[in-house]
């Protein structure tokens, strides 16, 4: 079965448990005449990816609530990051400011621009923050605030008072969902506020997302595709975001297809 086949399945899986709510394992293998095993695998990594949430014996939708664990994020997608990183490090010159906020993605981009020269870091990550050190030319501050254990960002009002102390070039931030409407969703309100606070301080703000979050819908607004300058992102959106994107003049930037 080719790689194209296995994808179309996926989107068909993920359209018939947003319809639904729940479909049960028999029920996708008899609507695409393949085997349990192979829907079982479809469900894995449909629910790793965030896009479903998989039970024993079928699957519902995803959690508006509770992201995935930030361990599992690590290894979701790693490819894809990394490209998007790289894209995006791309279009960020040497001498720069920027403020780099919570998610493996910028933890990516952290890596991605270790070739650079004299940048100027303000982040809330701190293994953001332990990966910049590395390169002696940099200039790395951290905010105030707590820190979470299970994913080292830091959070709280502290942290929003510093980054608004700031004017910077580059804003640069992940997200755990788009939905249709264009809307930047988050699981966790803290983080969130400091996100909107990045957005507010950045006189470009560049927003890094996989595939995976177009079809994911946590709870937490945090703002408007319209509110950023660009996406980088490994496939092009789905149309109705593409709208969106237009009408908002926001730049999106593709990776190249990653191979099999």
């Known amino acids: 079965m080719s790689r194209t086949e296995a994808e179309d399945r996926h989107r068909t899986i993920v359209e018939i448990v947003q319809q639904r709510g729940y479909v049960s394992n028999e029920e996708l293998a008899r609507t695409f005449g393949v085997t349990a095993q192979t829907v079982r ?134 997200i755990s969902g788009i939905d249709e409407q264009g809307t930047l969703l988050d699981f966790d309100y803290d983080e969130v506020r400091a996100a909107r606070a990045i957005i507010r301080n950045s006189r470009t703000t560049y927003l890094l997302a996989d595939h995976t979050k177009f079809t994911r819908h946590p709870m937490v607004r945090m703002g408007s595709l319209s509110e950023v300058s660009a996406l980088f992102t490994d496939v092009p959106p789905p149309p109705p975001l593409r709208e969106r994107l237009i009408a908002g003049g926001v730049v999106v930037h593709v990776t190249e297809p990653i191979g099999p």
């Open 41 to 174: 695998r479809d469900l894995t990594k449909l629910g790793g990816e965030g896009a479903i949430c998989r039970h024993h014996g079928g699957a519902s939708l995803a959690s508006s609530t509770q992201n995935i664990d930030y361990s599992e994020r690590q290894e979701l997608s790693t490819p894809e990051k990394r490209a998007i990183a790289e894209l995006t490090a791309r279009h960020i010159p040497n001498h720069s400011s920027l403020f780099i906020n919570i998610g493996t993605t910028t933890e990516a981009l952290a890596r991605a621009l270790l070739g650079h020269e004299d940048l100027r870091i303000i982040t809330n990550n701190l293994n953001v923050a332990q990966i910049m050190t590395r390169n002696r030319s940099f200039t790395v501050m951290v905010t105030g605030g707590t820190v979470r254990n299970r994913d080292g960002g830091i959070i709280g009002q502290s942290a929003c008072d510093m980054i608004g102390e700031f004017r910077v070039d580059y804003g640069i931030i992940g």
